[in-house]
């Protein structure tokens, strides 16, 4: 079992930059590999990015983020930290912190075991 818990969202203006946090806790967590999901009213959940520490701390991200958004991974803490810069109208939705025990990284939600609450990030224009 892992417990997800989200924070550092708000508001910020377009071209602004916003540090999502992940806090993790449970066992068997560096077994995980950790994504991000966004929500945008009336719009699916999709994938922002995932890490996979068990081969270097790979990254994935969606076209939408690449270049813009960071994901990394505290194991120390266990903490999944998301650095989103250059932000866009676009990106406003809830972001949600997950955890899959797939071998490989998916982009899927159907993929994901654990999930957080979300935290709301808005980007005026």
């Known amino acids: 079992q892992v417990q997800l818990v989200e924070s550092g969202g708000g508001l910020v203006q377009a071209g602004g930059s916003l540090r999502l946090s992940c806090a993790a806790s449970?066992?068997?967590?560096?077994?995980?590999?950790m994504g991000w999901f966004r929500q945008a009213p009336g719009k699916e959940r999709e994938f922002v990015a995932a890490i996979d520490w068990r081969i270097g701390s790979r990254a994935y991200y969606a076209d939408s983020v690449k270049g813009r958004f960071t994901i990394s991974r505290d194991n120390a803490k266990n903490l999944v930290p998301l650095e989103m810069n250059s932000l866009k109208p676009e990106d406003t939705a809830n972001y949600y912190c997950?955890?899959?025990?797939?071998?490989?990284?998916?982009?899927?939600?159907?993929?994901?075991?654990?999930w957080g609450q979300g935290t709301q990030v808005t980007v005026s224009s």
């Open positions: 997950a955890a899959s025990r797939s071998p490989v990284v998916r982009t899927s939600t159907s993929e994901y075991d654990y």
């Open positions: 449970g066992r068997a967590f560096l077994s995980y590999v």
